[in-house]
Antibody, heavy 118, light 113 residues
Framework: EVQLVESGGGLVQPGRSLKLSCLAS????????MNWIRQAPGKGLEWVAS????????YYADTVKGRFTISRDNAKNTLYLQMTSLRSEDTALYYC???????????WGQGVMVTVSS | DVVMTQTPPSLSVAIGQSVSISCKSS???????????LHWLLQSPGQSPKLLIY???NLGSGVPDRFSGTGSQKDFTLKISRVEAEDLGVYYC??????????FGSGTKLEIK
């Protein structure tokens, strides 16, 4: 069974940093690209960043480019999102999602909440 | 960036009825390989999104065949036949043809009468 479990969220002041993790199991992690997708409270889904299976290709949304860094450790089956210079508008539930069949985000974690507030 | 427009924003249906949700894109979603990377997700209340349909019309894992997807180019439809109580939630279309970015529709909230 595919499982994605996010961790590392919490309350952080504006301008500070936070690192999210996503532990994958139930599939060969090193064979799949991965995504971070977020959802602000009461809002829709917003793509944040993607990374290919071997980390060769990395992409960011314009809203986080230069502030967030996506990475992965295939030996640890873990995806990361390093977030710096956090803003109030980064407050959201952050999901990791697998790049699956037909370029679809086919499996999602339960999400981890990040709240940016003073 | 490609803009995905979903309609209606919400709808209320009785158990057993059928319903359709529309998703229109600002550009054709046919990729250079001839495939169309348009998918549908369901976010049930308090849950993370789940893949329902990928590449316009292919059912995701474990998805009942009451769900079906059609469309081409810029115009797509998700149909739910014989709605059940467990179908309530917010439905999103998402395109991966013109990635990056991955872009989502604004969602359609399905309520059960």
């Amino acid at each position: 069974e595919v499982q994605l479990v996010e961790s590392g969220g919490g309350l952080v002041q504006p301008g500070r940093s936070l690192k999210l993790s996503c532990l994958a199991s139930g599939f060969t992690f090193s064979n799949y690209g991965m995504n971070w997708i977020r959802q602000a409270p009461g809002k829709g889904l917003e793509w944040v960043a993607s990374i290919s299976s071997s980390s060769s290709y990395i992409y960011y949304a314009d809203t986080v480019k230069g502030r967030f860094t996506i990475s992965r450790d295939n030996a640890k089956n873990t995806l990361y999102l390093q977030m710096t210079s956090l803003r109030s508008e980064d407050t959201a539930l952050y999901y990791c999602a697998r790049w699956g069949t037909g370029r679809s985000p086919d499996y999602w974690g339960q999400g981890v909440m990040v709240t940016v507030s003073s | 960036d490609v803009v995905m427009t979903q309609t209606p924003p919400s709808l209320s249906v009785a158990i057993g009825q059928s319903v359709s949700i529309s998703c229109k894109s600002s550009q054709s979603l046919v990729y250079s390989d001839g495939k169309t990377y348009l998918h549908w997700l369901l976010q049930s209340p308090g849950q993370s999104p789940k893949l329902l349909i990928y590449q316009v019309s292919n059912l995701g894992s474990g998805v009942p065949d009451r769900f079906s997807g059609t469309g081409s180019q810029k115009d797509f439809t998700l149909k739910i036949s014989r709605v059940e109580a467990e179908d309530l939630g917010v439905y999103y279309c998402v395109q991966a043809t013109h990635f990056p970015p991955l872009t989502f529709g604004s969602g359609t909230k399905l309520e059960i009468k």
